[in-house]
């Protein structure tokens, strides 16, 4: 270990990559961007998840310098970048539509980057060679980009963003124009590409399974603000509110009560747990369809279980699971998704039948109540 203070002290500012504080975009009169702080560690794959118009794009561009933003600061490292034009930030950019040169081969558009950064043509070959290796396209080097398939041009545009060794490297929506199959092999293939270089990532979807497959973590964004940041399991398990838990994964929420004993009640049934109380505030109970269980028999109900009534108004066979929808009183409703595994004993289950689902209270989510 180094015991000088100024070597330990860069040490520490370099484990956070990217930090930003309190940025504010505007366009006009309206907010792109509503005073987002952020913190990106070192070698993290990070993605910014949201709707479309939510800010991803401009957060990115103000990441890379390509725009500027109202108020607010971007470090790398210790160092303000806030000022610093887009080709000194050491970026490298992959968009959807690749944006690579149409009259330059493979090998030239690779190369390009190490071109501009004045790299001797000999250590420009093999670096931008040992990239086409990497991405698995070596072979490919004299192609023209036009002699390519879809997925052939992402990764030469993500060769070509990573041969002059950035230190961090954005993504927006570089998987969007391919179809589901390719998109889903491509989204390993990042990963593993991730795993071997250990570039600190931002990476931008408005696909919620990519950004679960993908993130160390996500950063939910909506309306230019940041709903909620956390690694998949978090935000999955966790989410702090409607909007979270509805733009990730499927989810049923029901409004709950509170009984004169402090107990939050959904219709007759009690919750059995004090409401939340530091917060004031109605809650609702958030509940993941495939958390549900078919009850059998309800002396085989665990005891820490909350148990719904129903009857079957929809069911859906998908292959691995099966989505149902249980009606119950009150005109309340939850999605369940059953796997199909025979030994779930779901093919009995029609429209108009009375069925129990049982919910193990570790499933329990708890958000705010919109009514
Ligand atoms: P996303 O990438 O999440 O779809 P954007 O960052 O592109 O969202 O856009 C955020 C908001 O800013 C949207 O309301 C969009 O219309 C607006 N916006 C983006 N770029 C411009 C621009 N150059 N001029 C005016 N408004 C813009
Ligand atoms: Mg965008």
């Not at 000088?4 to 930090?19: C, D, F, V």
């Not at 952020?38 to 993605?47: N, R, S």
């Not at 490919?140 to 002699?147: K, L, M, N, P, V």
């Not at 993504?171 to 889903?184: G, H, I, N, V, Y």
Request: glycine share 6%; aromatic share 6%.
């Amino acid at each position: 270990m180094k015991n000088n203070s100024a070597t330990t002290g860069e040490n520490a500012a370099t484990s956070l990559a990217i930090s930003i504080i309190d940025l504010t975009k505007k366009y006009g009169e309206s907010f792109a961007l509503k005073s987002v702080s952020l913190d990106v560690q070192a070698g993290e794959f990070l993605t910014l998840l949201g709707p479309s118009g939510s800010g991803k794009t401009t957060l990115l561009m103000a990441i890379a310098g390509f725009n500027r933003p109202n108020a607010g600061s971007i470090r790398f490292g210790s160092n303000e970048m806030i000022l610093t034009p887009p080709h000194r930030r050491e970026v490298g950019m992959v968009f959807q539509n690749y944006a690579l040169f149409p009259h330059m081969s493979v090998f030239e558009n690779v190369a390009f980057p190490l071109k501009l950064r004045k790299v001797p043509s000999q250590e420009r070959r093999s670096r931008a060679m040992a990239a086409l290796e990497t991405v698995q396209l070596s072979q490919y080097a004299e192609r023209q980009i036009d002699q390519l398939s879809g997925g052939q041009r992402q990764r030469v545009a993500l060769a070509r963003a990573f041969v002059f060794r950035p230190r961090i490297l954005l993504m927006d929506e570089p998987l969007s124009a391919l179809d589901k199959k390719l998109r889903e092999q491509m989204q390993i293939e990042l990963k593993q590409l991730h795993r071997q270089l250990g570039v600190t990532t931002v990476y931008v979807t408005h696909d919620q399974r990519e950004a679960l497959t993908m993130s160390d973590r996500i950063a939910v964004i909506n309306h230019g603000e940041i709903t909620q940041i956390g690694t998949p399991k978090q935000i999955y398990n966790a989410p702090v509110n409607e909007f979270v838990a509805d733009f990730i994964g499927e989810s049923s929420v029901l409004p709950l009560d509170c009984d004169s004993a402090g107990n939050l009640v959904f219709s007759d049934q009690i919750i059995s747990m004090p409401a939340p109380n530091q917060s004031q505030g109605a809650w609702s109970l958030l509940i993941r369809p495939e958390r549900l269980t078919l009850v059998k028999s309800e002396s085989g109900v665990p005891a820490d279980s909350l148990l719904f009534h129903g009857v079957i108004s929809e069911f859906v066979f998908q292959g691995d699971t099966a989505l149902a929808l249980l009606q119950l009183q009150g005109n309340y409703s939850l999605s369940i998704r059953f796997n199909t595994k025979s030994t779930e004993s779901i093919e009995h289950i029609e429209i108009g039948q009375r069925i129990s689902l049982s919910l193990n209270k570790k499933d329990i989510i708890l958000i705010p109540r919109v009514d």
